[in-house]
């Protein structure tokens, strides 16, 4: 039973355009989301978390909204930079549990 | 470089053979968890650990079994292995089991079974 879902297995950007993936989950007790990057070969690095208290989040060029109501959000990057092509997975956790992640999405971004 | 460190990078093996891997998790951190990727698929969960004692178990098989020892380092052993057990295995810690911090991924161990 997937509880985190990516819909998206990939998508491409053009350089300097805004960048949004998406996810949803099923789970009403998930109140941590975090987005991880994943380069090849490499493990999954932390990019940006939020709590279930907000509904928006920002570090620099990455925002990520939290629609509670909907069980969704999105990770937004704008401009998406070449550098930012990589495999993203969002992950969900309860407190003090596990986090579950979804299939992650591959972003290209075209020079 | 997370600071959590995977041993052995990758790992041929065949059927019917049992390896151990290994984590090594960031200082301080006292939750490692163990996750499986295969082919196209996105990480899915095997067994958490906390402070040494078994917190939460995923998907894991019965062939499959892990440990958190006194210093905080973590083995996964999988035994009996079969072709489909093929894939990156992935070992990330957090700081606690209460709180809710981002978890650190080691760089994976690669294991192919022929």
């Known amino acids: 039973d997937q509880q985190v879902k990516q819909n998206s297995p990939s998508l491409s950007v053009q350089e300097g355009r805004i960048s949004i993936l998406n996810c949803d989950y099923t789970?009403?007790?998930?109140?941590?989301f975090l987005w991880y990057k994943k380069y090849p070969a490499e493990g999954p690095t932390f990019l940006i978390s939020?709590?279930?208290?907000?509904d928006k989040n920002e570090d620099g060029r990455f925002t990520v909204f939290l629609n509670k109501s909907a069980k969704h959000l999105s990770l937004h990057i704008v401009p998406s930079q070449p550098g930012d092509s990589a495999v993203y997975f969002c992950?969900?956790?309860?407190?003090?549990?596990?986090?579950?992640f979804g299939t992650g999405t591959s972003l290209t971004v075209i020079p | 470089d997370s600071g959590v460190t995977q041993t052995p990078k990758h790992l041929i093996t065949a059927t019917g053979q049992r390896v151990t891997l290994r984590c090594s998790p960031r200082?301080?951190?006292?939750?490692v968890y163990w996750y499986q990727q295969s082919l196209d698929q996105g990480l899915q969960f095997l067994i958490q650990?906390?402070?040494?004692?078994?917190?939460a178990k995923g998907n894991i098989l019965e062939r499959f079994s892990a440990q958190q020892f006194p210093d905080l380092h973590s083995e996964l052993n999988l035994s009996s292995l079969e072709l489909g057990d093929s894939a990156l295995y992935f070992c990330?810690?957090?700081?606690?089991?209460?709180?809710?911090?981002?978890?650190?991924f080691g760089q994976g161990t690669r294991l192919t079974v022929v």
């Open positions: 939020i709590s279930s208290i907000k």
């Open positions: 992950a969900a956790s309860a407190i003090g549990n596990q986090f579950y």
């Open positions: 200082s301080g951190d006292l939750s």
């Open positions: 650990y906390y402070n040494g004692e078994e917190r």
């Open positions: 990330a810690s957090s700081e606690q089991g209460w709180t809710n911090t981002e978890a650190f």
């Open positions: 789970n009403s007790m998930f109140d941590y």
